[in-house]
């Protein structure tokens, strides 16, 4: 059974930072794209950034580029998503996201070609 948990979330005032967490079980984040979306009250769900199956590659939304770091820790079979300079419009829930195996190594801003998906660790920013 495939789960993913994510943690790290929490209430941050503007320009702080956090790391959120996303343990993975009965699924391995190597050799298969991953990625973090969010969602804000009142809007669609959007690609925030993503990671390649063997960790070389990664890709960012222009409204987190050079804000938001995303990596992976192979051995905790741990995606993470290092969030800096926080700003108001980053107030959403976040979601990590996996691919099967069968879609292909490399990560996509399309939601409908990840399988796996966490439940969300809410992120709050304050004035």
């Known amino acids: 059974q495939v789960q993913l948990v994510e943690s790290g979330g929490g209430l941050v005032r503007a320009g702080g930072s956090l790391t959120l967490s996303c343990a993975a079980s009965?699924?391995?984040?190597?050799?298969?794209?991953s990625g973090w979306f969010r969602q804000a009250p009142g809007k669609e769900r959007e690609f925030v950034a993503g990671?390649?199956?063997?960790?070389?590659?990664?890709g960012y939304s222009d409204a987190v580029k050079g804000r938001f770091t995303i990596s992976r820790d192979n051995d905790k079979n741990t995606l993470y998503l290092q969030m800096n300079s926080l700003k108001l419009e980053d107030t959403a829930l976040y979601y990590c996201?996996?691919?099967?195996?069968?879609?292909?190594?490399?990560?996509?801003?399309?939601?409908?070609?990840?399988?796996?998906w966490g439940q969300g660790t809410q992120v709050t920013v304050s004035s």
């Open positions: 990671i390649i199956g063997n960790g070389e590659t990664t």
């Open positions: 009965g699924v391995a984040f190597t050799a298969r794209g």
């Open positions: 996201a996996a691919r099967r195996l069968i879609d292909g190594t490399s990560w996509s801003m399309r939601q409908v070609e990840y399988t796996y």
